[in-house]
Nanobody
């Protein structure tokens, strides 16, 4: 059974940085299939960063240049480094992976950016 656990969220002042992590277990999938999403209460979940099956990093326009997705295969973990954070980045951040046609989600980690 695939399990994803996010960590590293918290509260940070605008302009600050956070690095959140997603550690995977239980599946024979590639970390290059991992995605980061975020969701504000009452809004649709937004895709913000992802790794393609060939390891290419991609970003939503809203975070491009500020966020960096990376992975550590030895630790079975995908990271999202978030710099120059803005209040509009406030959301619950989720990691996800498509494994065998099923999308698995983590429980989410809250990121709050205050001015």
């Amino acid at each position: 059974q695939v399990q994803l656990v996010e960590s590293g969220g918290g509260s940070v002042q605008a302009g600050g940085s956070l690095r959140i992590s997603c550690t995977a277990s239980g599946g024979g999938f590639s970390l290059y299939n991992m995605r980061w999403h975020r969701q504000v209460l009452g809004e649709e979940r937004e895709l913000v960063a992802w790794l393609s099956p060939i390891g290419v990093a991609n970003y939503a326009d809203s975070v491009k240049g500020r966020f960096t997705i990376s992975s550590d295969s030895a630790k079975n973990t995908v990271f999202l480094q978030m710099n120059s954070l803005k209040p509009e980045d406030t959301a619950i951040y989720y990691c996800a992976v498509n494994n065998g046609g099923t999308v698995y989600w983590g429980q989410g980690t809250q990121v709050t950016v205050f001015s």
